[in-house]
Every structure is written in C-alpha cells, then in structure tokens.
C-alpha cells in the first residue's frame, strides 16, 4: 500500500539527471561546463557511441570516478531548438548515411533501426520498453534453434529494476516471462486501443497498457506526457526517456566529456596488440584521443564496420575477427503491420504509440510449425506513416487521398517475429567509402523458413484480432524492426566476437556494449535490454581499478 501511494514520486539513486534537468527550458544543462581532456590526455574509457549502451556506460563510469570521453558521430542535440511537430522535418534526426543492403530479402536502412547524435536511437523510437524473457537467453537448450548467451537473465534482473526505475517506465503488472511490476501506473489509452483491446479479448488474447519509458507524472524536473504524437520525431518536452535527458546529464555533472560530430573511423593498437586510443574526424580533420580503453557502442551496422575497418598488428582481418565472427548472425525482427477501419473517431496519435500489448505468444508452442514466436502491440503511425501504409497495400491516386481523408478511423497493430540468428546474415565491408575515407557498409539478410512461418502466423492472429473487433476494412504491409547481433555474446573466438564480459576476444583493452552483443533477438524491443546491459559491464568494470598513469587492467571472463 505505501508502495502504491509513493509509485512513480521516488527519483532513482546514484542518478541526478531527472533532477538536473531545467524545469522550464528543454536543452540538456552541463554543456558550457563540460569537462575537456586534450588529446594527449589518456582517458581510463573512450566510448564510440551515445545511445542506450554508451550513455548508460558513460553516466555509471563517470559516477564512480573514471575519467570517460564519449565520442559521437551526430550532434549534441536541443530538444527545444533541433526537434519539431512534424514528420516531414525530422529526417535529419535519424542516420541517412548509405549503406549497401542485399541478400533475398534485403532490410531497408535509415528511421526505423538506426540512430544519430547524442541519444541514439532512443530519441526516435516509439518508447516501448519490455524485458527480454529468462526463455531468451537460451533457446539453444530449450528450443534447439539459436544460440544460448554466456549470461542468464538473473544476471540483468536487478539492472532490469535499476534501469526501469531511471527511464522511469509506466505499465500494468506485468504477467509474462519473469512476472514484474513497474514504477509509473499505466498511461491513459485512446480509442484505438480500445477496440484493439476488445478483438483481443474476444479472440481470446490476454493484454496490457505499456510497458513505456515514457513519465506518467511529474519526474524531477521532466514532465508530465502531453500525448502530442510525435515520439517517433524526438519527444520535445523530455517525458520520452532516452539517454539524452536520463543519463547524459548525470554524466556530465561528473566529468564526462562528451564531444558530438566526431566520426571514429579506426581503433589504433600497437605492436602489442593493445588499443591505444582511436582515429576520428571531426570538421574535416583527423585526429588521435588516447585511451587506457575502448568500448565500442555503434550498434549492429556500424560496430562490426568499425571492428573490421581497425586492422593493425595481430588483427590482419580487423579487431576480434580471428574466427571470422565479426559482423555475422545479424538480426532484425518481422514487424509486419494491420489496420482495421471502424465507424467512429479513434485519433490513434493521442497517445503513446504503443499502448497495449501482448506477449502471449511470445515462447515455443509446440502446436505451431515454427520455433519461438512474436509479441504484439498497437502502433499509432502519423499521417505521412500511414500514407506508407496504404501504399504498401497497393491503393494509388483517388484511393490513396480517400484513406488519407479517412485517417482518424484507422486502428494500426504491429507484431514482433523473432527471426532466427544466420551466420550469412551478416555486415562486411564494400568496395566503395564514404566521405570519411571509410568503406561503406554492406548488410546482406536473407530469412529462413522458420522466420517467414513466424510472421505469416503473427500476421494472420492481427488479422483475427481486427475481425473479432467489428473491423469494417484492413489494410497489411510487411517490414522489418530493429537490429542486433554482428558482434555476439559468447563462449570462444570460434562463435563470437566478444565474451560474457563484453571484451572482444584477443584483446586486453577493447570492449563491445550495445545491441550487437546479443546472441538472439527474442520478440522483445531490444533499447531497455541494451541500457541493462550497459549498466552490468559498468558493474563489472567498476570492481576495477584503473587510473591513467598505470593503464589499464581487466581480468575479466573474456580475451
């Protein structure tokens, strides 16, 4: 009982940031008096990266005293002067560097699975935040496809709790995977969540509100959710959580530096195969930051495309590449789409996008035709969103401005397909370069049997989902969501590229931790898991000593 009248009041510990932040103005404090370290100047961690993994990793580092320098391929944004209410504006918040995709069934790049700048991809994502399920972390042993993780789940459910409690999260109790409760009550559902919840409910499927990291109440000095619609464009009054507004901050007030538009291209090491810092570009000009060590947190396309592109002594075939592992067993997540028509207004965009789900089908049923299985949740697309959507079902002219004209009828879910990790899923690098002097990355996808059985029967339970709700039209487009893997979690160079301690094998100083650590992709979006992640390597770091002056030492489980 006291715990429910305190829900949501309590700020975390050892993480000022909600309170850091200003109470009227929405620009990120501690800038203008950000510590600088000269070039010369070894740094105990230079992290390549500012999304879910580096800015945890940063902020935990930064607290418990090391000297960190985060460097970051897109700005340092303003949520007040750089985001705007507007889709067609906001195209410069998300990574539109090119990238070379094939394979049969070849992943479009850019919005849906790449971030840009400090915050990463949590500045544009839709805030929806489940844990991965104990089941994830060995699918091998369970249901003979995938690969087990060198880590349980038990080893992340504290961090699970840590983190939620920063972001902060809202949901209902939660009755699936490892049941759990969470610090902010639900957020208000619309309409279109109504009737998603009522086809559910009749065709027999259990639901519930969030979970988001998305403030129901005030949070410090972060708001209250105004419900504008626009969290896929960078939530401008700082209620989404994202590193940017939930760490960043506190790692500032501790002396991270963290310098924005700087492109790391090359992970230098020397004679002896350690890492002593890394090459960068920033207005044009190259440049060398020292480091006792790296930790590597591009994420899945550009972490592998780094490890490769780094080759020295002892790493003819780039860093951690002795089995040939980097940049394999890439994944995405099937995230096929229906929209069901009804009578009234629904106004799907007055609310978090993803209001209610279900992970009620989330484990291996024996009774289906494929291993593992998917989660569902409603998706609240805007305008220039759904005019893909009726796109992509085939309607053109007079039909297309008719489902325009008739937007605010329209309900949208989506559904999360695990597919399966492929070694010839992988990131390589291409012949051509980009305009850093780094060859560009090509990402060849291909699905499996298994994976196109997931998604047809995902598909079809949406499609029940809208006919047992009274639907009067659907409209369905299939597409892909999130990436992980590429650098993965595992026992030995042969399997993988990094160990249970995140360091890459063969190295004594150079670590991964961000989603391409991960082994499998489970039906679960991956940014809480990767901040969870982040905040465990902190821990193991932490019981660490390192200082500048006598380098860096690590006898962790990998290497």
Known sequence: MIKDLFKGSVLPRDNDSARLLHPTRRDIPGRDRMRRFAHDDEVDMLIIGCGAGGGVLAQRLARSGWRVCVLERGPFWDPEADWVSDEAGSDHIYWNDVRIVGGEDPVQMGKNNSGHGVGGSMVHYAGYTPRFHPSDFETQTRDGVGADWPIAYRDLREHYARVE???????????????????????PICGAAERAWQGAIRHGIEMRVGPVAIANGVFGNRPHCIYRGFCLQGCKVNAKASPLVTHVPDALEHGAEIRADCMVVRIEVDASGRATGVMYVHEGRECFQRAAAVAVCGYSIESPRLLLNS?????????????????RYLMVQGAPQVAGRFPELLRMYKAPPPEVSSEQFYETDPSRDFAR????????????????????????????????????????????SELLALPENRVTLADETDGFGMPLARFDYTQCENDRRNIAFAKQTLHDIWESAGAQDVLTIDRYAHLVGGCRMGTSPDNSVVGADHRVWGTDNVFVCDGSVMPTQGSANPALTIMVLASRL?????????GATRGFAYAGAGG
């Open 311 to 327: 080759s020295g002594p002892g790493y003819p075939n780039g860093i951690g590449n002795a089995g040939d592992q980097v940049g």
């Open 373 to 416: 299985g998917f989660s569902i949740q409603t998706i609240s697309p805007l305008p220039i969103g759904w005019a893909e959507h009726v796109l992509a079902d085939g309607h053109r002219g007079a039909a297309l401005r008719e489902y325009m004209r008739d937007y605010n009828h329209w309900a949208v879910l989506g559904a999360l």
């Open 165 to 187: 409690r920063e972001l902060p999260v809202a949901g209902q109790d939660w009755p699936w995977g490892d049941p759990h409760s969470y610090p902010h009550s639900p957020h």
């Open 538 to 546: 902190a821990e193991l770091l932490g019981r660490k000593q390192v």
